[in-house]
């Protein structure tokens, strides 16, 4: 057969494979992957990244010990799942992992071994849960952020056992010890700082969800960490945003003399964690990250940096206990995939992985 021949005979059989792709449709449809079955190798950690409000893109990522990260273990193994709107917290308990999805009302349940979904708590469209403190094997408590109260939830049984306590408004961080609930009420800073309750810390009897006592005069409050081998209770507030130069800071609370013991100012704070061990307090804010060791008042700069509002935002402080190393979550430009710096005691770097978008909070 000639040259021309076989063109000929190419093109005719190029234009029936058109002809029969448009009269029948043949596009190929887009197959989901199927999900993941190995194990989430371990020890790591556990990553949520807050997404954009209203966006429904929050994630969870998973850090290996090496450095490999799986950016969103939801999605790569559960098949048609997503996460939620906009994740705020997380809580580990035994193989159970609960992850807090604010705006989508819910705290969804995953095991902690494959990532596989379990169950969700799901809360009525008043009340959107911030942030978790575990009271026992069995119960945790959840602020209402939009709803001025707290929740109190079976961890077990995956349910709600108290709907809702009232505390002051626009509860925040939240931690328990011996028996006392300590909830921090930040009034959402300038907004609502002349309702009452507001820029105050409410104490409640783990026993009724009753308030007991108020730590007062700390503005725009965020968190509450307890320090439970020391028998304290840290505390941090922001200031407003009417008053630039104004100062945040972290205070120290005795329970057993029922007051502030120490107060160590900062600029812009946004995070703090405790080491169990020998009980120094980490201190993430505008210029970097600090230690603070409370028995000689010592504040030591471990890492310098400066948060610009252009690409490298530290959002977010952690910590790794079985690493005894703290995690800082970068928000980048906050509509950016962020990352996580892994940080030994001293602030030495040991390794930083890609996560999503504004990592918030962190688990083991």
């Known amino acids: 057969m000639s040259t021309v021949s076989n063109i000929g005979a190419i093109l005719r059989s190029c234009a029936i494979v058109m002809l029969l792709t448009q009269l029948h449709g043949c596009v190929p449809v887009p197959v989901e992957p199927d999900p993941i079955t190995t ?6 950690f556990f990553v949520v990244n807050e997404g ?12 290996r010990e090496d450095g490999r990260v799986e950016t969103n273990v939801v999605q790569s193994r559960n098949q048609g799942l997503r996460l939620g709107d906009t994740g705020s917290d997380i809580l580990v308990r035994g193989d ?11 705290i969804e349940v995953y095991h902690r071994r494959t990532g596989v979904w379990q169950a969700r708590i799901r809360f009525d469209a008043a009340r959107e849960p911030y942030r978790f403190a575990r009271l026992n094997d069995t119960v945790a408590i959840v602020t209402m952020l939009n709803a001025d109260a707290i929740a109190e939830i079976n961890l077990r049984t ?3 056992r108290v709907p809702s ?13 011996n028996r006392v609930v300590y909830v921090a009420n930040s009034g959402l800073g300038d907004l609502r700082r002349n309702e009452e309750g507001a820029s105050t810390v409410s104490l409640l009897d783990i026993s009724d969800l009753q308030r007991i006592g108020t730590i007062e005069g700390l503005p725009n409050l965020m968190l509450c960490v307890a320090d439970a081998p020391r028998n304290r209770v840290w505390l941090l507030y922001r200031h407003y945003v009417s008053q630039p130069d104004s100062l945040g800071g972290v205070v120290l609370w005795d329970p057993a003399q029922k007051r502030i013991v120490q107060h160590v100012r900062f600029a812009m704070p946004r995070g703090l964690v405790v080491d169990p061990v020998d009980g120094r307090v980490y201190v993430l804010h505008r210029d970097g990250v600090d230690a603070y060791r409370a028995e000689t008042s010592e504040l030591v700069r471990l890492r310098s940096h400066t948060s610009t ?16 190393s703290l995690l800082v979550g970068n928000a980048r430009s906050y509509v950016t995939d962020g990352e996580v710096l892994v940080l030994d005691r ?12 504004n990592p918030t909070a962190f688990g083991e």
């Open 39 to 44: 194990p989430l190798a371990q020890p790591g």
């Open 52 to 63: 954009l409000w209203r966006q429904d893109n929050a994630t969870l990522s998973f850090v």
């Open 96 to 106: 159970s992992v609960f992850v807090i999805a604010s705006t989508s009302r819910s």
């Open 158 to 160: 995956c349910t709600i």
């Open 165 to 177: 306590a009232p505390v002051g408004p626009a509860p925040e961080g939240v931690c328990v010890l």
């Open 309 to 324: 509002m252009g690409n490298d935002i530290w959002y977010s402080l952690g910590w790794w206990p079985s690493q005894s």
């Open 346 to 357: 001293n602030g030495n770097e040991r390794f930083r992985v890609a996560v999503g978008l």
